[in-house]
């Protein structure tokens, strides 16, 4: 007979009023970092979960979901990406999807926390499969806000793979970081940030759609199902200078290996339910 | 200066392992029913909460996206629906969305717990407003089995909107009674269920996908984002005689008073993440 034993569970309140909470084995690591606190922990739903400043920022069991629909919407919606930016990131789950885009020839990670980088590698070797010595890869342990602003007409695609607003990443929703990563790209250039719950944050994705319609020719929002963010539904939301993602041909996609995206939702995704649609649109409320 | 409460958190443990916590103000109702355990929570979050057997049904501010898409697929496919039955559904809410469609001649509802309708008409009018008095409305406290296994070729449509698959709900999942459904449908008549997770309940939405293929000749499946619901991601699985939810002219459908449903996106949600799409798909695993 198994002896009874303390149960551990992580809770994670994601409003102030609602959150999720999952079983856990056991913290793999904790540490303070100049940035943020950050831990990982062993999950018996979604094996092991990277939390940092207490938000879950992805898990085994649910990663691809973030890390394909950030990357491949952008990527193939550009005709030939060959110079790829990745703002944050530091778990290399984006950078992995990058590279199974064969005209990529430098893909540059600016992670502002190399503690990130390092958890991830050791607790996360699956996800950060792109930061262990492929030639194309640069890690640049830098601010990129800064590597923005040093930077000008360089980038095919340019990704905000960001924390929430709050601490390190606050300055990652700003109007005048999106003015920059225009100038940081090509001509053609196109990017793409992670921009909350349409359920819980719909002022911020309402003010990044005003704000990136202000600065892009092309605005774009689609969603997809994260079962560890908050409401399960997240959205994205793209700024292009010249590419639209609907007017892509997706009978033309090349096959990827991925477990959410299809070249079948490329366009569909952006079809979005009333509620989320309101938030894109100037006329209405 | 406010004095410190106690704080009440209701959890689900959407699984032996994971769930959702969200803060409650108070308990507005509770009692054992002849079928099952019957809550009504205030919650801060999501406003007033039914909870079945410690399940989330319906939550005030999320409650539209289920009631909206399992009605209005199936309604806006089947070209002329006169006569619908929902099996299950005590709240009201699909009932709600059937009478937005003015081809609707007679809508019954065959709910097998008295005590949700009352609790439902008390604490959640606005889901419970096609309950009070609309002459199309046939309510009967009566076992949806039952029910179907005495019409033969009477229905256009038949909406099963049943709790999980535990308890009074059990026998609503089984190949048996979708066989019953058929009969009970007219010639060219439409189902609908709801199918769970796809994320937590992959061989539940496998299973009944395939009874439901050796059934009708036309099965399809969608999802929707319900954040009170299992991961956030939930399904729904039709089956059809005739009319095809893919065929339909989209720019031809009405418009109709909804928050989560757009003609637009009627045919989209069909086009499913690749990890959802292969619970359809018999060659894949």
Known sequence: MEKPQMELWYTERQTPNHGITTKINKTL????????????????????????????????IDEFVYHEMITHIAMNTHPNPKNVLVVGGGDGGVIREILKHSSVEKAVLAEIDGG????????????????FGDARVDIQVADGIKHIAENKNKYD????????????????????????????????????????SPWFNRDLIRRVFADLSATFPITRLYTASIPTYPSGLWSFTIGSKKHDPLAVDV??????DTKYYRPEIHKTVFELPQFVRELTVKEEK
Do not use: C, W
């Not at 009978?251 to 990827?256: D, G, R, S, T, V």
């Open 29 to 60: 690591h904790h540490e303070v970092t100049d940035f943020q606190s950050l831990d990982v922990i062993e999950t018996e739903q979604f094996g092991n979960m990277l939390v940092l400043d207490g938000m879950v920022m992805t898990t085994d």
């Open 116 to 131: 990130v980088i390092e958890a991830s590698k050791k607790y996360f070797p699956e996800i950060a499969s792109g930061l």
């Open 157 to 196: 695609v340019i990704m905000v793979d960001s924390t929430e607003p709050v601490g390190p990443a606050v300055g990652l929703f700003e109007k005048g970081f999106y003015e920059g990563i225009r100038e940081a790209l090509k001509e053609d250039g196109i990017m793409v940030a992670q921009t909350e």
């Open 251 to 256: 009978q033309e996609l090349p096959a990827l």
